[in-house]
């Protein structure tokens, strides 16, 4: 019964780094997508970012099913309820990791004639942060160790950093009339999806942060 349990955990482990792996696909189509200036490019760039957005949404069912089943049928212990209930909560937030990644995606043909403002090489900056995060998460979880919290909470005030800036440049060229309406809603909702997915990966951080040392810290 035990060696059931065993590999129970074991093939939950496996599919939550299956999960990551696949979020993280998402989030190098938006560096890659910087790189493209043709809109049926980009096009074809959005079509596999909302394919992975299904295939994690699947997974993420599985996952939830999987957790359920072991808690309902097995006794974990300690340690291994905090695996099993971090993966289960992280489980939204790799969905809405993908979910928001595709939604910038959605916007670059809009975002294209911008390319070559200071705001891309603001996102630019959020977008490398974002793929540090996520490779900071990966470091951990695949090695089972604790994560670097202070490298982690360093790349997201990067992040928050430029999202206000370019909140308080769109704010100030909108009443000046340098920037039509329609770019400052497509550039104020990139940056937002962006920090949104930063405030993600800082929640599975946590999370995992607490799977390993058994203790509760917040990443801002």
């Known amino acids: 019964m035990r060696?059931?349990?065993v590999e129970q955990l074991k093939g939950l482990k496996e599919d939550f780094i299956t999960l990551y792996e696949i979020a993280k696909k998402t989030t190098e189509l938006i560096q890659y997508s910087f790189e493209e200036t043709k809109i049926d490019d980009i096009l074809q760039i959005q079509r596999k970012s909302k394919k992975l957005?299904?295939?994690v949404r699947e997974l993420g069912l599985q996952i939830e099913e999987n957790c359920i089943r072991i808690l309902?049928?097995?006794?974990?212990?300690?340690k291994d309820l905090r695996l099993i209930f971090t993966i289960l909560k992280s489980v939204t937030d790799f969905q809405r990791i993908t979910?928001?990644?595709?939604h910038v995606l959605e916007m670059l043909a809009d975002f294209l004639p911008?390319?070559?403002?200071?705001?891309c090489q603001l996102?630019?900056?959020?977008?490398?942060?974002?793929?540090?995060m996520m490779d900071t998460i990966a470091d951990a979880i695949k090695i089972n160790a604790t994560?670097?919290?202070?490298?982690?909470?360093?790349?997201?005030t990067v992040i928050d950093k430029n999202y206000e800036t370019i909140i308080c440049s769109l704010e100030n060229e909108f009443k000046q009339g340098t920037?039509?309406?329609?770019?400052?809603?497509?550039l104020g909702h990139l940056a937002r999806y962006l920090e949104r997915v930063g405030d993600h990966i800082c929640n599975i951080g946590e999370r995992w942060y607490y799977t390993i040392r058994g203790k509760k810290i917040s990443i801002k």
């Open 3 to 5: 060696e059931k349990y």
């Open 53 to 55: 957005d299904w295939n």
């Open 72 to 78: 309902s049928t097995q006794q974990p212990l300690a």
């Open 99 to 102: 979910r928001d990644s595709f």
């Open 114 to 119: 911008l390319k070559d403002s200071e705001y």
């Open 123 to 132: 996102i630019k900056q959020i977008t490398e942060s974002v793929e540090f």
């Open 147 to 156: 994560l670097d919290a202070e490298m982690l909470s360093k790349a997201d």
């Open 179 to 186: 920037l039509t309406f329609k770019q400052v809603l497509t």
